[in-house]
Each structure stands twice: as structure tokens, then as C-alpha cells.
């Protein structure tokens, strides 16, 4: 299905159910192990900076570990 012949209503609904599961998910992980949802969202908003650098640790992490995986898949 190409997403280009679709309106831009039905993208920007798709995107907000998409941000909903997303934040559901997040949200109950967090909740699960003590952090309330008020106080993430209000740290979320106060320090949104903090949350950019902890996206982009992440993100170098992933890249670190799956380049080790393909190396060691080659190497050995």
C-alpha cells in the first residue's frame, strides 16, 4: 500500500495512534517499576534535553551492538 495516496488526515490520525501505543507502552514500563506518569510527563516537559541525549545513547547502542553482531556473524 503506498502511503502517498493517502489523505493527510488519515497520516496525522495514524501517527497519533501510533504516539498513543507508543507512550501506553512507555509509560506502563515505567509505572511498573515506581516512576509515577504524572512525574515522567512533568520531566519530559521541564527537561526535554535530557530525554533527546538519552534518545541518542540509545540509539549509538543499538548501532554498537548490532555492528558487533555482524562482525562476529563475518569473523566467525
Known sequence: MNTNNLSPNVKKWAKMIGFIIFAFFGFS??????VSPVWTAVLIVLFPGIFRFF??????????????ALLGYLIF
Not at 29 to 34: F, I, P
Open 55 to 68: 534518545y541518542k545513547v540509545i540509539c549509538f547502542l543499538v548501532a554498537v551492538a548490532l555492528f558487533i
Open 29 to 34: 514500563y515505567l509505572n511498573r517499576h515506581g
